[in-house]
Structures are given as structure tokens and as C-alpha cells.
């Protein structure tokens, strides 16, 4: 039998477990992973964006800052359980052309500067980082941390 497969949508963080697949395609967002091998959980996180311009509560995974305590909140894991979590980070691409000398801010770097630091803001060690450059993302996770990230072609 094959096991149930679970699209991740933009701002969606959705929470598996017996054998399940969580996948979702990434352009200039950023896919982050937790798993918990010991509880046999893993959750996958589709951020939009690094943070909000104004305060504003997400329950889900709009903004990269504010995914975490959510992602462990769901897993059921408590800070105590964080040195048992491994992360994996995908996307954030450069998705737009044109002269990047001009661009002030790039979503893509962004969302991966705050991925990586809000990780670490919570001691949850980072085992894969896969920047998606300028091309789009296809992140997969499976039971046991089993996991995929392969880059999209780009197209004209």
C-alpha cells in the first residue's frame, strides 16, 4: 500500500506521522522540516515571508518567525524536547530577473536568513540547507526523517 501523501500549501504547516508524506513545491518561500524520530512525528512548515511588517498573529506558517513555536506547539514537543529535533531548510529562491544590484531586499534570502536564525534561536539543529538558488524547489519528507529536495528546471 502506498503511503497517504500530504500537499503542504503556501502559509499551511501540517503535521505527519505513521509512514505519511508531506511534499510541497517552493519558489521564493521557504520550506522548513522538524522531525522527532524518538516520537515518530515530523512536520513540514511553507513560509511566505521572513516576518510581519506590523505585528500581526499567524497561526500558521506565513511568516518564517513565528513557525517554529507553532511547528512545536502541533508536534506536542516542548523546549525540553528540541535537542531530539532535526531541521531541514529548502527554497527561498531568487525567482525574479533583472539587476541584482538593485534589489534591497530578496524574499528568498530573507525567508532563509530567518529560517536559519530562528532555528536557532531555539537550539534545533540544522541537518539539511538547501538554498534554491534561482530556480524553484520540491521539498519531500517522509516516516523516520527520510526526506528529498530536488531543483526545479528553469523555464523560460
Known amino acids: 500500500m ?12 501540517l503535521i505527519a506521522e505513521n509512514g505519511e508524506v508531506l511534499k510541497t513545491v517552493l519558489g521564493s518561500c521557504v520550506g522548513i522540516a522538524l522531525v522527532w524520530r524518538r516520537q515518530n512525528k515530523w512536520a513540514l512548515a511553507h513560509c511566505l515571508l521572513p516576518y510581519p511588517e506590523t505585528f500581526k498573529e499567524d497561526k500558521e506558517a506565513r511568516y518564517v518567525s513565528q513557525t ?4 512545536l506547539e502541533r ?14 531548510v529548502a527554497g527561498g529562491g531568487r525567482m525574479m530577473d533583472g539587476d541584482k544590484n538593485y534589489i534591497k531586499f ?6 532563509l536568513k530567518a529560517a536559519k ?13 538547501e538554498p534554491g538558488g534561482e530556480q524553484g524547489t520540491k521539498m519531500r519528507i517522509a516516516g523516520d526523517g527520510d526526506y528529498s529536495i530536488e531543483k526545479l528546471p528553469k523555464t523560460a
Open 117 to 129: 536564525a530562528v532555528l536557532e534561536k531555539h537550539r534545533i539543529r540544522i541537518v539539511a540547507f
Open 75 to 88: 508536534m506536542g514537543a516542548t523546549m525540553a524536547d528540541v535537542s531530539e529535533l532535526e531541521a531541514i
Open 68 to 71: 517554529i513555536p507553532r511547528m
Open 106 to 111: 530578496v524574499v528568498g534570502d530573507e525567508n
Open 2 to 13: 502506498l503511503p497517504v501523501e500530504h500537499h503542504v500549501r503556501i502559509g499551511q504547516i
